[in-house]
T-cell receptor
Framework: GNSVTQMEGPVTLSEEAFLTINCTYT??????LFWYVQYPGEGLQLLLK?????DKGSNKGFEATYRKETTSFHLEKGSVQVSDSAVYFC??????????FGAGTRLFVKA | DVKVTQSSRYLVKRTGEKVFLECVQD?????MFWYRQDPGLGLRLIYF???????EKGDIPEGYSVSREKKERFSLILESASTNQTSMYLC??????????FGQGTRLTVV
């Protein structure tokens, strides 16, 4: 089955800093890849996705590129804001019926 | 706007009570999931269902059961609540090939 390893947090950055959250996965075949975000007190919501190798998903200034050769899907943002403080989850999938999530990386952005 | 709705945001129950957590989706999705989320442990799959009246155990089914009598509704049941079931519970749904859509979560406290 699928599995995912995600960078441990928490990550603390100052506003306007550059963000990278690493994610690597193992999967059968070439699944779609997803990043989800969870704001305080909320459920998860889709941030971005990529459906095939070399695709770049982007949303709200965040980007991630599907790297088949390194089985990675690292999340990046050039200039973080306080409002980006949240927990970020990487997920390969669907991977059959189950969806496997990374452990989550908590991001704190200081003003 | 697509929606997954969980019946309660916050719930406090006593040890030994039978607890029902309800989840409804309006997207006609075949697959529905219950996760629990605990600090440092990420999302752990309790049960999932791929069709009406069908259910499969996830990674931590002990102490829980589920019911799916209608396609849009997936209920999680704690037969006899215990303090170690204090957690955030997240419901999700998806089709076979798309991303998961989450409810807002139910924070359950068992006292």
């Amino acid at each position: 089955g699928n599995s995912v390893t995600q960078m441990e947090g928490p990550v603390t950055l100052s506003e306007e800093a550059f963000l990278t959250i690493n994610c690597t996965y193992t999967a059968t075949g070439y699944p779609s890849l997803f990043w989800y975000v969870q704001y305080p007190g909320e459920g998860l919501q889709l941030l971005l996705k990529a459906t095939k190798a070399d695709d770049k998903g982007s949303n709200k200034g965040f980007e991630a590129t599907y790297r088949k050769e390194t089985t990675s899907f690292h999340l990046e943002k050039g200039s973080v804001q306080v409002s980006d403080s949240a927990v970020y989850f990487c997920a390969p999938g669907p991977g059959g019926f189950k969806t496997i999530f990374g452990a989550g990386t908590r991001l704190f952005v200081k003003a | 706007d697509v929606k997954v709705t969980q019946s309660s945001r916050y719930l406090v129950k006593r040890t030994g009570e039978k607890v029902f957590l309800e989840c409804v989706q309006d997207m006609d999705h075949e697959n529905m999931f219950w996760y629990r989320q605990d600090p440092g442990l990420g999302l752990r799959l309790i049960y999932f269902s791929y069709d009406v009246k069908m259910k499969e155990k996830g990674d931590i089914p002990e102490g829980y059961s589920v019911s799916r009598e209608k396609k849009e509704r997936f209920s999680l049941i704690l037969e006899s609540a215990s303090t170690n079931q204090t957690s955030m519970y997240l419901c999700a749904s998806r089709t076979q090939d798309t991303e998961a859509f989450f409810g807002q979560g139910t924070r359950l406290t068992v006292v």
